[in-house]
């Protein structure tokens, strides 16, 4: 009985006509954090995301995973604008098959993330679920002048990964590292013109980039790290879940980040003027890419 | 197969075992928002609620007011600790029977009151589910000595609720309003000692307050208004979903908010020394009351 055939994005742009928001949102809906004003010289970044049974994980993975993965992705978005999280309320719906000590393994994972990124788990709300639901909304900070958005990408800016890419399949989405560090060395060293976490997928992210910038790019298969669990290039482009941040810079800035001992961020393209997304594959041909990836509705 | 025979308090006493908040945090779990400084004059307050289907309502209520109802708890929650709510998230699990025109409904219900509030909706997260999931994360603001929070009860305080209980079960709870006027018209008019909102049962969250304030009631039953749905004085004590505000303060204070023509407050009890919850019957005998109340877990 399937009524919709809406994407998860259809579904947001309709959302985003009905919205309007006042003088103290520098930026709402349609980045990984919502952007508000916060003081002289700090916006304080709000984003919220929901795992679920039998979508994000099923009833067999470790729930220790979970819990932690239900935090891994609020801290990945907050680190995709350049900030620190600092304070988290969680949501549970927890099912009858549930036992205090699967509980306690979710609770674990979730709460040893938290005292590793020196986040406040503030409060949260617990109710009765048929399948296991766990809803994150989190809450950031960012100086003005550090804070990176998807729009801003520039005419030759370079594009760079975090880390390699392609193997969420084989459970790295479960056991990723969100890139606070990455993020803010970045923020701290160089001027980034555009950032935005991998989690639809190397296309379809680096799609929201190009859209909210006005540009297109150029990939070269060669420079496109693959991790050791992937199972090719297509992996990398489309699968989603790696994530690692994606991000552009000027040749200038670039030159500022790319021989850090600490960090090993990898070129993987060129924003162009021109509007598309193109690869260049290792026998030189260049073939255009659809801005597909990982829808998390269908 | 049911594993859990523990309720919603003792996993959240458990779960506050494990949590530790630094300075930013003022007042963590255990409120009905956390307290998170802001800036010299105002604290933030940060709150989550979570709507199923199946628990919350059924497949047949009309989506308008499920929507409307997820955004009506959490400001719910900012009303009592006598704050402006400001910036929602949004996070839905649809199901595949939901068309887009009941998708729509759900929205127009929750946004229609949000611009009643004027609160910005700044992002969301959606994803796939069985049951129809809504999971809304509020921010708001309240000046420092403004705030109201469980805790504070003193001695000979009245104790008053803002309107008539007991109607929830005849669809009261799907319709309510949030109390966020006269909450403000009570902390800018007197001094509040304590404040909650009746979403567990009167019986329940005044059992909050006394317990946070370490001390007694004694309720009067002539006095506890009865809303017209209501089926008796049970209702009232015990049914869940009032949302109502109910606040104890001196009765010197009483005294400046008691003959508000704006608003009808009604006195139904006072704080005791003597700690437990004694009820004044009719018939003028006493009664213990248990502190019961729904449990939104089990």
Excluded at 52 to 59: R, S
């Amino acid at each position: 009985m399937r009524k919709n055939n809406f994407s998860e994005f259809d579904l947001i742009r309709r959302f985003r006509k009905q919205i309007s928001t006042d003088a103290s949102v520098f930026k709402g809906s349609g980045d990984d954090c919502a952007v508000l004003r916060f003081d002289k010289k700090h916006y304080q970044l709000f984003t919220c995301d929901m795992l679920v049974e039998g979508v994000d994980f099923t009833k067999r993975t470790d729930l220790r995973l979970v819990g932690r993965k239900a935090l891994a992705v609020s801290i990945s978005d907050i680190a995709s604008c350049a900030g620190l999280p600092r304070h988290a309320v969680v949501s549970l719906g927890l099912p009858r098959w549930i036992s205090l000590k699967q509980v306690d393994r979710l609770s674990g994972g979730l709460f040893s993330l938290a005292k590793e990124h020196a986040i406040n788990i503030v409060g949260g709300d617990i109710s009765r679920s048929d399948k296991l639901v766990i809803d994150v909304s989190m809450l950031g900070i960012v100086e003005k002048n550090k804070l990176c958005l998807r729009e801003g990408a520039k005419d030759n800016d370079f594009i760079f990964v975090t880390g390699p890419l392609g193997g969420s399949i084989r459970g790295k989405h479960l056991k990723f590292t969100p890139r606070v560090k990455e993020a803010r060395f970045l923020a701290a060293h160089a001027k980034i013109n555009s950032m935005i976490d991998i989690s639809d997928g190397l296309t379809q992210d680096l799609g929201h980039i190009l859209k909210a910038s006005a540009k297109g790019a150029l990939l070269y298969e060669e420079c496109i790290p693959l991790s050791k669990e992937s199972r090719g290039i297509s992996d990398a482009l489309y699968a989603g879940e790696d994530f690692e941040l994606l991000f552009t810079l000027s040749p200038f800035e670039a030159m500022k980040i790319i021989h850090s001992k600490e960090f090993h961020f990898r070129q993987i393209g060129q924003i162009t003027k021109k509007k598309g997304l193109k690869l260049v594959k290792k026998n030189s041909r260049i073939v255009s890419l659809k801005a597909g990836g990982y829808d998390h509705f269908r």
